[in-house]
């Protein structure tokens, strides 16, 4: 009986350890509504980071209370960070290059 009882705890263990971890990249911590607001300023800052002005897609200049309201809203939560950056490069992968003649 003792053997199983040493052998049962550690295992217990491990199993409340595994099954307590997030999944990588599930951003659980992220609220749905702050999800949204992030996809939305990735985008905003992606295309205007990478189109060329004039673009009709290129959005004008964040204002800076703007962005620091981003900057306060991903300091109050860490995690929100890793999901603007995701979100930034997922919109920069799927943007149309420009046309080689806007290459210099």
């Known amino acids: 009986m ?3 009882t040493i052998a049962i ?3 217990l263990i491990a199993l409340i350890t595994l099954t307590s971890c ?3 990249d599930s951003y659980s911590a992220i609220s749905d509504n702050m999800k949204s607001e992030l ?3 990735a985008g905003i800052l992606a295309r205007y ?3 060329p002005p004039g673009d009709s897609l290129c959005p004008g200049k964040p204002e800076n209370s703007e962005l620091l309201s981003l900057i306060q809203s991903c300091e ?3 995690e929100a960070w890793a999901y603007l950056y995701s979100c930034i490069a997922d919109t920069i ?4 290059p420009p046309s080689p003649a806007c290459q210099h």
């Open 93 to 96: 992968a799927i943007l149309e």
């Open 2 to 4: 003792r053997i199983y």
């Open 39 to 41: 996809r939305e300023w």
């Open 22 to 24: 997030d999944e990588p």
């Open 49 to 51: 980071w990478v189109l």
């Open 76 to 78: 109050s939560n860490p």
């Open 9 to 11: 705890i550690p295992l």
